[in-house]
Nanobody, 122 residues
Framework: QVQLVESGGGSVQAGGSLRLSCVASGTANGDYCMGWFRQVPGKQREGVGIFGIDGTTRFVDSVKGRFTISRDSAKNTVYLQMNSLKSEDTAMYYC????????????????WGQGTQVTVSS
């Protein structure tokens, strides 16, 4: 059983930065990947980016060039670094563990964290 715990959310002014953390505990299969998602009340959850076990990353167009994902294996932690934040980045952010797809994507998310709120004021 994998457990994911996010932290690092908060309130920041537009143009600022935040780093979200996702600490994983439990056993993960070898071909896993991590995804970051966000959701605003009343809207569908949106995929923000993914991190493959080989270190590859992919991002939705709206955050490319502003967000990065990294991993500290020793701490079982995946980070979402968010720079140049905009008001439209305001959302609850979640990390999730999935399985890598043939094309290098990530899907089949089985485990989710509880989320951490990010609020960006303009």
């Amino acid at each position: 059983q994998v457990q994911l715990v996010e932290s690092g959310g908060g309130s920041v002014q537009a143009g600022g930065s935040l780093r979200l953390s996702c600490v994983a505990s439990g056993t993960a299969n070898g071909d896993y990947c991590m995804g970051w998602f966000r959701q605003v009340p009343g809207k569908q959850r949106e995929g923000v980016g993914i991190f493959g076990i080989d270190g590859t990353t992919r991002f939705v167009d709206s955050v490319k060039g502003r967000f990065t994902i990294s991993r500290d294996s020793a701490k079982n932690t995946v980070y979402l670094q968010m720079n140049s934040l905009k008001s439209e980045d305001t959302a609850m952010y979640y990390c999730a563990e999935g399985r890598r797809t043939i094309d290098g994507g990530c899907s089949g998310y089985s485990y989710w964290g509880q989320g951490t709120q990010v609020t960006v004021s303009s």
